[in-house]
């Protein structure tokens, strides 16, 4: 059986007359990378807040790492890290300060402490800017110093909540490679991320939320496929290969100039294999082949827009 380490049912929570989870299920397999989008507004951080004890739904019920969320708050908390949209480092104080600091409050002796501190400058490559303020480094150094303050208390769990928001592309990828480094280890993440590309690089399973209630659920190639605009593309060597391939396949597009034929798909296995079979029995050879399917882009605006 598998084991999860988040399982919620019926999740819900309102501020006044604005329902912001409307009864939402969650189910998150320990050890993988599982991503909520959303349009802002959604609930997304809400959800994280609930799931991270920091508020109270109020209604259904929730297990978080094993434990109660209701129940037995403590727990859960001890076993969960949390890296929020906004830095949780004191500028004031140098990389090596803050680690310390994350160690005191964990209640670790001295010496664990310094070790500890030690060990994440190394892995987060902090060691030479260790000694120096937080103000002095860039906006990845901080996520970084950040993600590694959460990890002072060994985790197996961890919430990021919009974790490369404001980063280049450099340090966005540098960040993907600590996730991914971590997952291996057997840590599972709840990631929120306002980058598709983020999701789709990264999630092992994906969940859209809109207006409090999630909308889809899947992999990234299982959402892909829902969404229509998925084609195969053909090239061919001979005009001649290219005509008695779009008269096999009607609905096709033909691109004489090029000597392409895109072929509506949802991209999936099934379907390719049908297709090069029956070109195959119409003795038709094709020069080489491409799948298109939607991205998550697509995903995402089709299916809040359907939504609205």
């Known amino acids: ?19 912001v989870l409307d009864g939402i299920d969650l189910a998150v397999t320990e050890g993988t990378i599982f991503a909520l989008l959303g349009p802002n507004g959604a609930g997304k951080t809400t959800t994280v807040q609930i799931l991270s004890t ?9 297990t978080v790492a094993g434990h109660d969320l209701a129940a037995r708050p403590d727990d859960v908390r001890g076993a969960i890290g949390v890296t929020g ?21 964990k209640h670790l002796s001295r010496a664990e402490g310094r070790r500890k501190a030690a060990e994440l400058l190394e892995r987060f490559d902090l060691v030479e800017a260790a000694g120096k303020p937080a103000s002095t480094y860039s906006g ?11 990890l002072v208390g ?11 928001t404001g980063l280049d592309p450099r340090s966005r ?22 980058y598709l590309e983020e999701a789709d690089q990264l999630a092992d399973r994906i969940v859209l939320l809109d207006h409090g209630r999630l909308i889809a659920e899947g992999t990234a190639e299982e959402l892909k496929r829902r969404i229509p605009g998925g084609h195969i593309e053909l090239t061919f060597t001979d005009p001649h290969l290219l005509d008695e391939a779009k008269s096999l396949l009607p609905a096709a597009v033909a691109d004489p100039e090029a000597l392409t034929l895109q072929v509506p798909s949802d991209g999936g296995v099934k379907s390719i294999r049908e297709l090069l079979a029956r070109l195959d029995q119409n003795d038709i050879d094709i020069d080489s082949m491409s799948v298109h399917t939607p991205d998550l882009d697509d995903v995402f605006l089709t299916l809040t827009e359907a939504n609205r």
């Open 1 to 19: 059986m598998t084991n999860l380490a988040i399982a919620a049912n019926g999740l819900r929570k309102s501020y006044g007359d604005k329902v």
């Open 85 to 105: 949209q906004y830095s949780a480092v004191d500028k004031l104080l140098t990389g090596e300060e803050n680690l310390l600091l994350m160690a005191d409050l």
């Open 154 to 164: 060994d985790p197996r769990l961890i919430f990021l909540d919009e974790p490369t």
């Open 54 to 62: 920091l508020i109270a739904p109020d209604g259904g019920t929730v």
């Open 173 to 194: 990828r540098e960040m993907w490679r600590i996730v991914r480094e971590l997952v291996a280890g057997g840590v599972t993440i709840f990631l929120t991320t306002q």
């Open 140 to 150: 990845g150094m901080q996520r970084r110093l950040d993600l590694a303050m959460t």
